[in-house]
């Protein structure tokens, strides 16, 4: 029994919930404040809420914040989104928010929980402040105003703490040549940098607020600091090596120079945008400004031919220019683009350490906290560029990621959609049911890792595969998956190729080709799809497993119909009355702080008496 059961229950009618709501001056009500506007406890008092009829009154219940109340009518009322602020726990919940509310939470905040009546939470991190995109607090604050409607003083007060707070400690480069490390006061060089990093990274103190940092301790130092809560600055001006002269092929849209012009300014950072926003051209356009030598660090083969062939397309660049750097082939030239494997192996180390690179660009930069090519960020160059549609990593990494690389540079992925650059996909979770009583009966069975695979290799999903498929014939098609076994099940029902890890390089890259520039339309593709391989012709996206990885994979698998022509459209099967089920809202969670919109539905192909019953709905 709950302590809401064993309350007195005071009498709470309607239209003292309606007066309550009145004084609270919002339409959504805790039952904290309902305790203190009938001077009860907050136990009783929500034990009174859960009282009220719930055809009338409805709640938005999510683990980290608190149970909020409201009218079910006021949903159909409301001249503007609902948004309520708990300064105190710093989240913010937000009922039916348009696509540019969502767009402008996710410059400062970040997509906790969404439920299924529409009620996001957000919350507002240190690390959400210290790596938002703006130069000055000014234009941050004027951002959390347009978010929330209003000011908020004790919220703001904290944000412009945590701003600040990122500006105390600076690296530069001093007139002879080595690293500063600057603190804003005495205190914080002796009680914090000194205390924090370890012997050896401190060569000599310079004064009272100046450390001599050895040059091979940079990146650690920088960690060091930021795991205590101090974000550094990066202001050093490295050697670029020999000059590059590079003339562009290709015209930058209005937000691509935008991009140019503040990463030449800070020379370091992370260009955040949605697949299709042209985050590769926008490189080649710092490339241009640079003018020096560069290395471009990406996680495959295929990637790294992708970007040879697109830098001598776009570029006035020549073959002799431009070398590739992995197991297949090992050519160090101005511009090489190696895999961070290869470029953090031992053997191989020292010919991109001796080299003094005008920039260096780390392509899915999420890759880089990992440990295996954690050592890649160690690389020195005058600039260093990071790129990702999204640099989220399920264990929380992308601390290292800002720490290493630099903050956030791009414009809000709603803007681009609002300016028809990039179409914005439609994304809709179908809900399959079991194949057979067999194969619910082997779910019911198998525990752990099992019993996700077979969620996700739930054979009914063949069948809705099809169904799609003859909803938009025709339409460029992929079909991403988790399991090697269900891929090949697919692609021999579909009769089409499996791209997985296992096909020779040669022969994946064959098939690429052919779907961007040929007739074939579908491809049925494992994770080796995911990493940044460009397949402009792609209409149709399906995820027939694999979203319960990651959220970064999920925005990756969506970004691939993320054009700026015609429309796109995702579709995700989960496999219903399973766990894949919440899986699957909870990895196009981080989709819907972006602004898309996600849309869940029964499956296609099935008899309605067949499926659960329920209408479409807007998550």
Known sequence: MTDSEDADVPDLTLDAFYDALEAAGRPLLTATELARELDCTQTEALAALEALPEEQVASTSVESAPTVWFPRDYKQTADRERV??????????????????????????????????????????QEDVWSAPYDDFSALRQTMRQALGARNDDLEEWVHAQWERARKFRLYTHDDGYTVLEASSADLMGNIAERELEEGQIRALISDTEAWIADDAVAAVKRALYEAGYPVLDTRHLDTGEDLPVNLRVDLRDYQHEWVNRFVEKQSGILVGPPGSGKTVATMGIM????????????????AAQWRE???????????????????????????????????????????????????????????????????????????????ATPVREDDKQKDIYTLIGPPIGTNWSALFDAGYVAEPEIEIRLVPWADEEAAAAYDDAVGHEKRAAAAENPAKIREIEAIRRDHPGAKTLVFVEYIDQGD??????????????????RRRKLFDEFRHGPRDTLVVSRVGDEGIDLPGAEIAIAASGLGGSRRQGSQRAGRTMRPVGKARMYVLATRASKEEEFARSRTRHLQGKGIRVRERPAESFDPDDRASGDRREL
């Open 84 to 125: 309520v602020v708990f300064p105190s726990q710093r989240r913010v919940v937000v009922d039916e928010p348009s696509q540019f509310t969502r767009a402008q939470l996710s410059q400062f905040a970040h997509l906790e929980d969404a439920n299924r009546e529409g009620g996001y939470v957000y919350a507002v991190r």
């Open 288 to 303: 241009s400004a640079i003018e020096g030598e560069t290395l471009v660090l990406v996680p495959s083969r295929e990637l």
């Open 310 to 388: 697109t830098i001598l397309e776009h570029t006035s660049l020549t073959d002799a220019q431009v070398g590739e750097y992995h197991g297949g082939q090992k050519e160090i030239r101005p511009v090489t683009i190696a895999t961070y494997q290869t470029a953090g192996m031992d053997r191989h180390r020292h010919l991109f350490d001796d080299r003094k690179w005008g920039l260096i660009v780390y392509d899915e930069v999420h890759h880089i906290s990992a440990p295996v090519f954690r050592r890649t960020a160690d690389l020195q160059a005058k600039g260093r560029l990071g790129l990702s």
């Open 489 to 506: 099940a697919i692609a021999e029902a579909l009769g089409v190729p499996f791209v997985s890890g296992e096909m020779p390089h040669a």
